[in-house]
């Protein structure tokens, strides 16, 4: 099985935590997916990452590959059990890659660390500061309200609590973090997450590919554990993000 796409981003992030639950043996292709090929077209029509690849079985989506993953195997499961817990796990799961994404991956990681480094495009203050000072801090009103006061959000950890621990790293790594005075629930919820082993792991990998750039990323990553795939869809050259272009 392949996972195209890294730890940096929190979609692929979702699918590489439930993988190692579930200690489901992988390779990783871990391209940025500007860089993607003509050949990273055919398998990621909207040229995103993750994609999935499981023999003939080519899968995009988080969502869809995490729920693929927990019917294909089922144990530590990603999903509580009653429908209406199962119901609201995935309206919160779809509050996250949403409303989070538009925020933090969209409006804030996009624009002041991918748009500079990748097409040398300075990002707008006034648009950022929007942002971190009134649009995330109204989203985190609402989602201290539903943070679990201990554990996580049902009776264990599950693709919910994954998928608002995800976002939130790529906050962080954007410069913005949970105010504890503020949403101290969330903070707290947030720190247990990060401290389950599956998820440390993808934080210390997320480290590699922060700190180590260009040809050297991928021995980094076999040194610190990560099984990296010999043939990558990634090419030399980016190309124009379908999310940039939306500006
Ligand atoms: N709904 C998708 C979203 C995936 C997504 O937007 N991934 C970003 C990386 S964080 C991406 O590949 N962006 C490339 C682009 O916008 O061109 C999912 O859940 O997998």
Redesign the pocket.
């Known amino acids: 099985m392949l996972i195209i796409?890294n730890h940096?981003?929190?979609?692929?992030r979702?699918?590489l935590v439930a993988l190692a639950l579930k200690g489901v043996a992988h390779e990783i292709d871990p391209i940025v997916?500007?860089y993607?090929t003509g050949e990273f077209t055919r398998v990621?029509p909207?040229?995103?990452?993750?994609v999935l690849i499981d023999k003939d079985l080519v899968l995009?989506?988080?969502?869809?590959?995490c729920e693929y993953l927990d019917e294909a195997y089922p144990e530590p499961p990603l999903m509580p059990k009653s429908p209406a817990d199962r119901a609201r796990a995935r309206w919160l799961e779809e509050y996250a890659?949403s409303r989070l994404?538009d925020l933090i991956?969209?409006r804030l990681?996009?624009r002041k660390v991918v748009a500079p480094r990748v097409f040398k495009v300075e990002p707008d203050a006034a648009a950022l500061a929007e942002v971190t000072d009134r649009l995330l801090p109204e989203a985190l009103d609402w989602i201290e309200a539903q943070a679990p006061a201990d554990d996580f959000l049902f009776s264990h950890l599950c693709i919910a609590d994954i998928t608002y621990a995800s976002f939130f790293r790529?906050a962080l790594l954007a410069g913005w973090t949970i105010d504890p005075a503020r949403w101290p629930r969330t903070a707290a919820w947030m720190r247990r997450v990060e401290a389950v082993p599956a998820f440390a792991d993808s934080i210390r990998m997320e480290q590699v590919i922060v700190n180590v750039r260009g040809p050297q990323r991928a021995e980094a990553m076999r040194a610190a554990g990560a099984n990296v795939s010999q043939r990558s869809y990634g090419g030399a050259t980016p190309?124009?993000?379908?999310?940039?272009d939306q500006s």
């Open positions: 796409g940096v981003s929190p979609y692929a979702k699918t997916p500007f993607g990621s909207l040229r995103r990452i993750p995009n989506d988080s969502t869809v590959i890659d994404g991956i969209w990681f996009y790529n190309a124009a993000s379908i999310m940039l």
